[in-house]
């Protein structure tokens, strides 16, 4: 039957019933979405780095492989344009003539990323570089830094005087 002003609608306790229970919804799902956030970009921190770091082994073996130690633009190798250290590791590529020195830069560091992996994401250089992964350099040592995530520091290192590659990825 219809109310005597003849129009139908919600009482305020439906009203407030249906807000509770949508409040409560929301408690629940936003904490899950956001560790599936968390989870993506730890996801794509590792799978990025062992990557890496499968690359970086690839190319120790064809090193070895081909005795190219201490050398530039191995040929046949990625574009023809990487360069080794003397113990077979990364230290430049891109560049005819680059460096078999294991004192990376930021810009060296840029070319092995490039160099080394067949299928990469976007690399800039410093801080703030406005790509996924953004490369610096500090004592020889390469760091690659996760930018889609502002919340904490995602990142992993590189050393060609090693060939070690750290995760950090909390």
Known sequence: MLPANGRRGFTLIELVAVIAILA???????????DLRTDAHRGTVAATAGSFESAVR?????????G??????????????????????????????????????????ARVWDGIQAARPGIGKAAGCGEPWCATAKAGVCTYAYQDDASTTRQFTYGAATGAVVVTNP
């Open 24 to 34: 409560i919804i929301v408690t629940v799902a936003v904490p899950l979405f956001a």
């Open 58 to 66: 690839l190319a120790n073996t064809a090193c070895l492989a081909t």
């Open 68 to 109: 190219w130690a201490g050398k530039t633009n191995l040929p046949g190798y990625g574009d023809g344009l990487v360069d080794f250290a003397a113990n077979c590791n990364p230290t430049d590529a891109g560049t005819k003539g680059g460096s078999t020195k294991t004192n990376l830069n930021v810009a060296r560091c």
